[in-house]
């Protein structure tokens, strides 16, 4: 097999509309990808002087070591092992595997599963195969549960597909149409926590009072599912309510906190319609619906109140099938 000199694939962040935390307790979730925003990888043949097997460079988090010096449950030696069981390969190539990203790690942007996402493709392609998205969703979803517990799946759906998806771990992914484009602006808190640790926190209080944790999560199941509609037709009065009634059921929860609130509340004063934490939260990214031509001053209202990077991101209308 002749190797090729150098592959390169990237995968997008996420952020999730609608869903977050009931989506791990069978209700549906809406996420899109943050197409601007990418985790990449490039894998290139390494040169006689260097070591053999596959050697790992990741500067932003102090990574450089041979593959085979990994912990096995390190998330990139086990990509790179579900990588190679599923082409059928029993031994990684000699090359040089160098890995970048822009996406904010612990911020509930999905830059686990993004990363992963790009080393699988990056090593497929290097080996000459390129994975189907949903081989790489399921590939990438092995490693997240090393990592995470049992998440819901829905991180490296979206990632994989990246389309905007309306997921639930035991129906058939939907991928939504949209019939006129939605802005939303994704505004970062500073503050960074671990999605096992929300999840775990969310499971403990739901055993202690199941009934009412139940009904909270039914409530979201029954937003996320009026959003589906909103979010196809392009419905922004309606998707506004429905972000804060979501964003209400998750101060609920126990996942919101004060700089999100913050946030949330600064966003609502400068004039949006909706606004909510988006992934685990205790931290990380909330979001708001506005109008394109609100952007700069909700921008600047979302920075006054501590945000520390605001970006803005447009759902395109489409016609994907699913
Ligand atoms: C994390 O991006 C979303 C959560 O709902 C966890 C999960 O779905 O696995 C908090």
């Not at 990139?76 to 000699?94: F, K």
């Not at 939504?176 to 503050?191: M, Q, Y």
């Amino acid at each position: 097999m002749t190797i090729p000199a150098t592959s390169h694939a990237s995968a997008p962040a996420k952020f999730i509309l609608f869903g977050e935390h009931a989506v791990v307790y069978g209700e549906p979730a809406l996420a899109a990808p943050l197409q601007s925003i990418r985790a990449h990888a490039t894998i290139s043949a390494s040169s006689a002087k260097d070591p053999s097997g596959l050697f790992i460079t990741a500067d932003d988090i102090y990574l450089r070591c041979l593959y085979g010096d990994l912990m096995p449950t390190h998330p990139i030696a086990a990509t790179i092992r579900g990588v190679l069981q599923t082409i059928g390969s029993s031994q990684e190539p000699r090359a040089h595997l160098s890995l970048s990203s822009a996406i904010p790690v612990s911020a509930g942007l999905g830059s686990s599963a993004a990363t992963s996402a790009a080393v699988a493709q990056a090593l497929a392609r290097f080996l000459h195969r390129e994975l189907s998205a949903n081989q790489v969703s399921d590939l990438v979803y092995e490693v997240e549960k090393l990592q995470h517990g049992i998440p819901s799946g829905i991180d490296n759906t979206v990632i994989a597909h990246e389309q905007t998806v309306f997921f639930t771990k035991t129906n058939k992914t939907e991928f939504l149409k949209l019939t006129r484009p939605l802005t939303f602006l994704i505004a970062d808190s500073g503050e960074r926590s671990s999605t096992k640790e929300t999840v775990a926190g969310v499971r403990e209080r739901y055993k202690r009072e199941q009934k009412t944790y139940q009904a909270w999560f039914d409530d979201i199941g029954n937003i996320t599912r009026a959003a589906r509609t909103a979010v196809s037709h392009g419905d922004s009065e309606l998707l506004g309510k429905l972000m804060l009634r979501n964003q209400e059921l998750l101060e609920a929860i126990g996942v919101s906190c004060p700089s999100l609130d913050r946030l949330v509340k600064a966003a609502l004063r400068a004039g949006v319609s909706g606004a909510k934490l988006s992934g685990s939260g205790a931290g990380g990214h909330i979001i708001a619906h506005v109008h394109p031509r609100q952007a700069d001053h909700v921008v600047s209202r979302l920075r006054a109140a501590g945000a520390r990077n605001v970006f803005l991101t447009e759902l395109t209308a489409n016609t994907h099938d699913s």
